[in-house]
């Protein structure tokens, strides 16, 4: 089955700082590859998403970054601020509507 | 709210009793997820339904868990003698396959606790 690992576990930045967020899986047929975000006792949010055919997304402070070859993917969080404070989860599928396989999260803490 | 609701909120039971919870999706939504959440862990898969049809069922889902949606809207997951084991956060989501989106949308959850 895939294995998906993030890196690093946690991340301690200033506001105002880039953080950067790596996800590797196994699976070879991945091709939709999504980034949640979870706040303290609250649901996954998609933040966003990339499929397969495309190397760059990006979402005003927020982009991801896809490299099929290395089956890595990024999060890129510019000009954090203390409400990006929260869990970061990766979780690659083989197919945009089937299951998703969550990394174990990175909590990202942004201090003013 | 027109988001993905789940019910109960809460759920505290004794070792060996049968638990049953409820996902209300997104109403247009055709397809339904449901997911274990352990502390300190991301969701893990446990099925999906694509209208009342099971389309796939993860190797953690024991023979003590079920999980129906008889008219394609809403589900129902049930839990038969409970063990400690089984206490989690149950996460429901719901997605629209078909268009551009097919983004899967999380309810609130059911935090179980199995004393």
């Known amino acids: 089955g895939e294995n998906v690992e993030q890196h690093p576990s946690t991340l301690s930045v200033q506001e105002g700082d880039s953080a950067v967020i790596k996800c590797t899986y196994s699976?070879?047929?991945?091709?939709?590859f999504p980034w949640y975000k979870q706040e303290l006792g609250k649901r996954p949010q998609l933040i966003i998403d990339?499929?397969?055919?495309?190397g760059e997304k990006k979402d005003q402070r927020i982009a991801v970054t896809l490299n099929k070859t290395a089956k890595h993917f990024s999060l890129h969080i510019t000009e954090t601020q203390p409400e990006d404070s929260a869990v970061y989860f990766c979780?690659?599928?083989?197919?945009?509507?089937?299951?998703?396989?969550f990394g174990k999260g990175t909590t990202l803490s942004v201090s003013s | 709210d027109t988001g993905v609701s789940q019910n109960p909120r809460h759920k505290i039971t004794k070792r060996g009793q049968n638990v049953t919870f409820r996902c209300d999706p997104i109403?247009?939504?055709?397809?339904l997820y449901w997911y274990r959440q352990t502390l300190g862990q991301g969701p893990e898969f446990l099925t999906y339904?694509?209208?009342?049809?099971?389309?796939?069922k993860s190797r953690l889902l024991s023979d003590r868990f079920s999980a129906e949606r008889p008219k394609g809207s809403f589900s129902t997951l049930e839990i038969q003698r409970t063990e400690q084991g089984d206490s989690a956060m149950y996460l429901c989501?719901?997605?629209?396959?078909?268009?551009?989106?097919?983004?899967?949308?999380f309810g609130p959850g059911t935090r179980l606790t199995v004393t």
């Open positions: 989501a719901s997605s629209l396959v078909g268009k551009r989106g097919d983004e899967q949308y």
């Open positions: 699976d070879s047929a991945s091709n939709y």
């Open positions: 990339i499929r397969s055919n495309v």
């Open positions: 979780a690659p599928s083989n197919q945009a509507g089937t299951a998703l396989i």
């Open positions: 109403s247009e939504h055709n397809r």
């Open positions: 339904f694509q209208n009342e049809a099971q389309l796939e």
